[in-house]
């Protein structure tokens, strides 16, 4: 594993610790047997030693920690019948300053004006927001961090949380180069697309051009008998809003199989944390799976706690928090990292040891790096 020791792999193999200095030493790399040694230094002992040495990754161990506590994250527990509908989780992307920030700001409030009458409620990085479809009342999750950046951390951290990419064009202007490097994330990541062509307010807007445009891209709008939907919209005249929110509920149903159990101990990601003054790490938890309540033991990375208090998208405080629901969750006993997975677990304690054996971990590989530098640094010196 990462960050292993040379005691660590002489155990692993039935030798003396000491033999690997030896041979390290020989190959000219100073180690000391205790020290955190870098995966290179680990490969190249193993190829003299005639050892296959595969350094596992961090998820590979990740996924093993929480199998030694009987834990798997990711996996739906119990049958089919367990399964409920849940509502898509949408990320917005495309080129800069195409308007992502109006429209998932136009989004927002396309509830919240008449909610509560233009009261002013603090983001916590992702909402909820109503529709409805044919007579059916839906709501869809919209992660409030535009830009593939985040998007592509957090997938690259095995966290899929996105359901459906909605690229954002802005009609005068039409495909530009991130439009199609958001594209290729979205693709990548076997992610359905809705085209939101925005910006149809302006006397320059060209939306059958950007129609043309990403057809060459593979994007073929349904009205040229492919199968994106493309939606005209204005995030300043709000023209296309409810348009917009039907063509992604479509395309989530048509596409998709957007269920999870409500009854498992929850898991999600948190997509963003913070340390605030007065109420301490505050980390904002898309709920994945199961049902997150207060009172409940989570461990989030190498955070943990206890569930203090939930509040929701709107400000307001809750009891729990179902699939695909954005929640502050407040009790933690330190900041977790933006995508980091969240899981509830039997108790305290149990949230302890695994985030404590995660911290050991960044910890161990932290100072692999450090001391590969410096071995570097001293045979140079010589
Ligand atoms: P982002 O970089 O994609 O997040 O783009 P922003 O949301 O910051 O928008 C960039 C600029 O385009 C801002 O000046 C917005 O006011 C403007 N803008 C965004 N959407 C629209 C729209 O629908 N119509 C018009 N006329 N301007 C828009
Ligand atoms: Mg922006």
């Given at each position: 594993?990462?960050?292993?020791?040379?005691?660590?792999?002489?155990?692993?193999?039935?030798?003396?610790?000491?033999?690997?200095?030896?041979?390290?030493?020989?190959?000219?790399?100073?180690?000391?047997?205790?020290?955190?040694?870098?995966?290179?230094?680990?490969?190249?002992?193993?190829?003299?030693?005639?050892?296959?040495?595969?350094?596992?990754?961090?998820?590979?161990?990740?996924?093993?920690?929480?199998?030694?506590?009987?834990?798997?994250?990711?996996?739906?527990?119990?049958?089919?019948?367990?399964?409920?509908?849940?509502?898509?989780?949408?990320?917005?992307?495309g080129h800069v300053d195409h308007?992502?920030?109006?429209?998932?700001?136009?989004?927002?409030?396309?509830?919240?004006?008449?909610?509560?009458?233009?009261?002013?409620?603090?983001?916590?990085?992702?909402?909820?927001?109503?529709?409805?479809?044919?007579?059916?009342?839906?709501?869809?999750?919209?992660?409030?961090?535009?830009?593939?950046?985040?998007?592509?951390?957090?997938?690259?951290?095995?966290?899929?949380?996105?359901?459906?990419?909605?690229?954002v064009v802005a009609?005068?202007d039409?495909v530009m180069p991130q439009t199609?490097e958001a594209?290729?994330?979205?693709?990548?990541?076997?992610?359905?697309?809705?085209?939101?062509?925005?910006?149809?307010?302006?006397?320059?807007?060209?939306?059958?051009?950007?129609?043309?445009?990403?057809?060459?891209?593979?994007?073929?709008?349904?009205?040229?008998?492919?199968?994106?939907?493309?939606?005209?919209?204005?995030?300043?005249?709000?023209?296309?809003?409810?348009?917009?929110?039907?063509?992604?509920?479509?395309?989530?149903?048509?596409?998709?199989?957007?269920?999870?159990?409500?009854?498992?101990?929850?898991?999600?990601?948190?997509?963003?944390?913070?340390?605030?003054?007065?109420?301490?790490?505050?980390?904002?938890?898309?709920?994945?799976?199961?049902?997150?309540?207060?009172?409940?033991?989570?461990?989030?990375?190498?955070?943990?706690?206890?569930?203090?208090?939930?509040?929701?998208?709107?400000?307001?405080?809750?009891?729990?928090?179902?699939?695909?629901?954005?929640?502050?969750?407040?009790?933690?006993?330190?900041?977790?990292?933006?995508?980091?997975?969240?899981?509830?677990?039997?108790?305290?304690?149990?949230?302890?040891?695994?985030?404590?054996?995660?911290?050991?971990?960044?910890?161990?590989?932290?100072?692999?790096?450090?001391?590969?530098?410096?071995?570097?640094?001293?045979?140079?010196?010589?």
């Open positions: 594993r990462r960050g292993a020791s040379l005691t660590d792999l002489a155990e692993k193999i039935g030798v003396e610790p000491a033999s690997l200095v030896q041979v390290l030493f020989h190959l000219g790399e100073m180690v000391t047997a205790t020290q955190s040694v870098a995966d290179e230094t680990l490969e190249v002992l193993g190829a003299e030693l005639d050892y296959n040495i595969e350094v596992v990754s961090p998820e590979d161990e990740d996924r093993e920690l929480l199998e030694s506590f009987d834990l798997e994250f990711g996996e739906d527990i119990g049958d089919e019948d367990d399964l409920e509908a849940r509502p898509p989780v949408v990320t917005v992307m308007g992502k920030t109006k429209l998932l700001d136009a989004l927002r409030h396309t509830n919240l004006v008449a909610k509560e009458a233009g009261g002013i409620t603090q983001a916590i990085g992702a909402y909820q927001v109503a529709t409805e479809v044919d007579g059916q009342d839906r709501s869809i999750t919209f992660i409030d961090t535009p830009g593939h950046e985040a998007f592509t951390a957090m997938r690259a951290r095995g966290a899929k949380s996105t359901d459906i990419a909605v690229l009609a005068d039409g199609i594209l290729n994330h979205a693709k990548a990541a076997d992610v359905p697309v809705v085209v939101a062509v925005n910006k149809i307010d302006k006397d320059a807007a060209d939306p059958t051009r950007v129609r043309g445009q990403l057809s060459e891209f593979g994007l073929v709008p349904e009205e040229y008998g492919g199968d994106t939907q493309f939606v005209d919209v204005s995030a300043i005249t709000r023209q296309g809003l409810d348009e917009l929110l039907e063509a992604i509920v479509l395309t989530a149903d048509a596409a998709l199989d957007l269920r999870a159990n409500p009854d498992m101990p929850a898991q999600g990601v948190a997509i963003e944390a913070h340390l605030d003054k007065g109420r301490g790490p505050v980390a904002t938890v898309l709920v994945h799976r199961g049902t997150l309540r207060i009172g409940d033991s989570i461990v989030a990375g190498s955070a943990h706690g206890r569930v203090r208090a939930l509040i929701n998208d709107q400000g307001e405080t809750v009891d729990e928090a179902l699939p695909s629901m954005p929640v502050q969750v407040l009790g933690l006993t330190s900041v977790p990292g933006a995508g980091d997975n969240v899981l509830v677990v039997e108790d305290d304690r149990m949230a302890r040891q695994i985030a404590d054996k995660r911290e050991a971990r960044m910890r161990a590989a932290q100072q692999a790096k450090t001391s590969r530098r410096k071995t570097l640094d001293q045979l140079f010196e010589q």
